[in-house]
T-cell receptor, first 116, second 115 residues
């Protein structure tokens, strides 16, 4: 099991540029989550998908952010145009239908985004 | 999102001591409470979890204590080791069902265990 795979690990871009973050969830997991982590706000849920369908995108900060999940093995988070305040670590996490008492998300290693 | 309030923000403990991190929640519909551990440069990883039908769950040196009436739960790390130095997050969820796999996280506690 390769875990949740995110790319790139680091991204430095100039303000106004488009940024695309990628995520490959664990095979067999049917829910996928995008989180943003900053010192000030901690872990914030941006959007999550269940069976490739967006369920809740209320955490997406504004229209500059968009996310897609075209199939069960791939998702993207796009920021266009990017701004310095978007600088953060973006995590993707996936999970399957929960059973038992010890279940939860598997997080990727994150993408550290810096917008200059 | 429903809030989960976590304290303290940071914690320094001597090696061999007990680390205690507390969380409080508001939503009485929450019925699943996991703790996550995050090392620098890594994503959070599930450490231990509890449901509100039990008051305590222990796995090795890690124990969750749960007080349903007070809507509080805590993580205790016994015999804390330098390798436990990490950021710990509590979380809560309303459990299975459409749209309810969503975890609400606390803001995190940075634990430093000094030799």
């Amino acid at each position: 099991d390769a875990g949740v795979i995110q790319s790139p690990r680091h991204e430095v871009t100039e303000m106004g540029q488009e940024v695309t973050l990628r995520c490959k969830p664990i095979s067999g997991h049917n829910s996928l989550f995008w989180y943003r982590q900053t010192m000030m706000r901690g872990l914030e849920l941006l959007i999550y998908f269940n069976n490739n369908v967006p369920i809740d995108d209320s955490g997406m900060p504004e229209d500059r952010f968009s996310a897609k999940m075209p199939n069960a093995s791939f998702s993207t988070l796009k920021i266009q145009p990017s701004e310095p305040r978007d600088s953060a670590v973006y995590f993707c996490a996936s999970t399957r239908t929960w059973v038992g008492d010890n279940y939860g998300y598997t997080f990727g290693s994150g993408t550290r985004l810096t917008v200059v | 999102q429903q809030q989960v309030k976590q304290s303290p923000q940071s914690l320094i403990v001597q090696k061999g001591g007990i680390s205690i991190i507390n969380c409080a929640y508001e939503n009485t519909a929450f019925d699943y409470f996991p703790w996550y551990q995050q090392f620098p440069g890594k994503g959070p990883a599930l450490l231990i979890a509890i449901r509100p039908d039990v008051s305590e769950k222990k796995e090795g040196r890690f124990t969750i204590s749960f007080n349903k009436s007070a809507k509080q739960f805590s993580l205790h790390i016994m015999d804390s080791q330098p390798g436990d130095s990490a950021t710990y997050f509590c979380a809560a969820s309303t459990g299975p069902g459409a749209g309810s796999y969503q975890l609400t996280f606390g803001k995190g506690t940075k634990l430093s265990v000094i030799p």
